[in-house]
């Protein structure tokens, strides 16, 4: 079983929907969570950085933690079709940022 | 503000060979961390230079290896090419100090053939 798991998708949504996307995982001394988007052929780009469990909201984008279930989530409001990408989750121990650990990623397609 | 540059941008090897990528962090940042993107696999870690110093190693075998220059410029070897390791390589820049974001390149293209 792998330390992060994230359902692969595809999913596709009308666009201005809100979207959903979540990430379970199995080590509990995981303490930083993000949230990466990555458009095809490019790198990685940070939308989230997150510590421990609560919230937190930029724009239209909300991570949530739930440390007690290991399960975060990340939350797209008012979707646009330039949000289409795939979205991955990413988590570190207290060796932070310099060792990340991924979940497969979600394939998102904002359909107008 | 620079970004993070990895060159080249593509690269075509054939098996057995080896092959040199080339990551250069965003000003200041000390930490620079190597990961192997596949479809397969996806995003895996394959380690981290702070300071001149592998601090962190993945669970890759020793074809892998890596180094840090004065200039926190970073480099990633891959000796006796396989096809399997035909990926996108990507490095991650960050402070390097306490536990602050990780700001990723394009990437390197490998195809082994």
């Known amino acids: 079983q792998k330390e992060v798991e994230q359902d692969p998708g595809p999913l596709s949504v009308p666009e201005g929907a809100i979207v959903s996307l979540n990430c379970t995982y199995s080590n509990s001394a995981f303490q930083y969570f993000m949230w990466y988007r990555q458009y095809s052929r490019k790198g990685p780009e940070l939308l989230m950085y997150t510590y421990s469990s609560g919230n937190k909201e930029d724009g239209r984008f909300t991570a949530q933690v739930d440390k007690s279930s290991k399960y975060i989530s990340l939350f797209i409001r008012d979707s646009q079709p330039s949000d289409s990408a795939t979205y991955l989750c990413?988590?570190?121990?207290?060796?932070?940022?310099?060792?990340?650990?991924f979940g497969q990623g979600t394939r998102l397609t904002i359909n107008p | 503000k620079a970004g993070v540059t990895q060159t080249p941008r593509y690269l075509i090897k054939t098996r057995g060979q080896q092959v040199t990528l080339s990551c250069s962090p965003i000003s200041g940042h000390r930490s620079v961390s190597w990961y192997q993107q596949t479809p397969g696999q996806g995003l895996q870690f394959l380690f981290e230079y702070f300071s001149e110093t592998q601090r962190n190693k993945g669970n890759f075998p020793g074809r892998f290896s890596g180094r840090q220059f004065s200039n926190s410029r970073s480099e990633m070897n891959v000796s006796t090419l396989e096809l399997g390791d035909s990926a996108l390589y990507l490095c991650?820049?960050?402070?390097?100090?306490?536990?602050?974001?990780?700001?990723f390149g394009q990437g390197t293209r490998l195809t082994v053939v």
């Open positions: 990413a988590m570190s121990d207290s060796q932070g940022a310099q060792k990340l650990v």
């Open positions: 991650a820049s960050s402070s390097g100090l306490g536990n602050t974001e990780a700001f």
